[in-house]
T-cell receptor
Framework: NAGVTQTPKFQVLKTGQSMTLQCAQD?????MYWYRQDPGMGLRLIYY???????DKGEVPNGYNVSRLNKREFSLRLESAAPSQTSVYFC????????????????FGPGTRLTVT | DQQVKQNSPSLSVQEGRISILNCDYT??????FLWYKKYPAEGPTFLIS?????DKNEDGRFTVFLNKSAKHLSLHIVPSQPGDSAVYFC???????????FGTGTRLTVIP
């Protein structure tokens, strides 16, 4: 089990360029999430996908789009990168709660460090 | 507006002693709380959690205490080990919602 994987690990973009951050999980989890971590701010939710085929905005969605390609993959796209999007991006997933058990624990990938100049 | 706060950016403790990391929250609707540990260049990993119906949860060397009236939780690590040196995040959520609200983290250094 690789868990949650993210590509690339590092990326430098110029203002206005676009790119897609990739995330995949092999744990058969239903829900997936994208966070950004900035100094002094903790992790903030950008978008999430409660299940395959659905996506919803989180706390800081502006400037981003997402695609839940299938159950395994959840990508984050920056259409026109801005310096304010310089951050570390984390993808996470959560298993579906089954009868009698509820799971709120999120499993995180190693992160993508993005710099926009 | 930060709904989950960790007011101590850093903490240093001698090996073998107790580490106490604190966390405060402002939203009284939060009913589930988690602690995550993060090493450099890695993603956060889940450590321990507690439901609002409890005031204590223990897992080995780690114990989380919840004081709902004070909107405060703490993580105790006893005894502290050098491998515990990391950044610790507390997080809170409303069960049924999808948004985990994270604190800003406390960097723990355990001195051998």
């Amino acid at each position: 089990n690789a868990g949650v994987t993210q590509t690339p690990k590092f990326q430098v973009l110029k203002t206005g360029q676009s790119m897609t951050l990739q995330c995949a999980q092999d744990m058969n989890h239903n829900s997936m999430y994208w966070y950004r971590q900035d100094p002094g701010m903790g992790l903030r939710l950008i978008y999430y996908s409660a299940s395959e085929g659905t996506t919803d905005k989180g706390e800081v969605p502006n400037g981003y789009n997402v695609s839940r390609l299938n159950k395994r993959e959840f990508s984050l796209r920056l259409e026109s990168a801005a310096p304010s999007q310089t951050s570390v991006y984390f993808c996470a997933s959560t298993p579906q709660s089954s009868a009698g058990t509820v799971s709120y624990e999120q499993y995180f990938g190693p992160g993508t460090r993005l710099t926009v100049t | 507006d930060q709904q989950v706060k960790q007011n101590s950016p850093s903490l240093s403790v001698q090996e073998g002693r107790i580490s106490i990391l604190n966390c405060d929250y402002t939203n009284s609707m939060f009913d589930y709380f988690l602690w995550y540990k993060k090493y450099p260049a890695e993603g956060p990993t889940f450590l321990i959690s507690i439901s609002s119906i409890k005031d204590k949860n223990e897992d080995g060397r780690f114990t989380v205490f919840l004081n709902k009236s004070a909107k405060h939780l703490s993580l105790h690590i006893v005894p502290s080990q050098p491998g515990d040196s990391a950044v610790y995040f507390c997080a809170a959520l409303l069960t049924g919602a999808n948004n985990l609200f994270f604190g800003t983290g406390t960097r723990l250094t355990v001195i051998p």
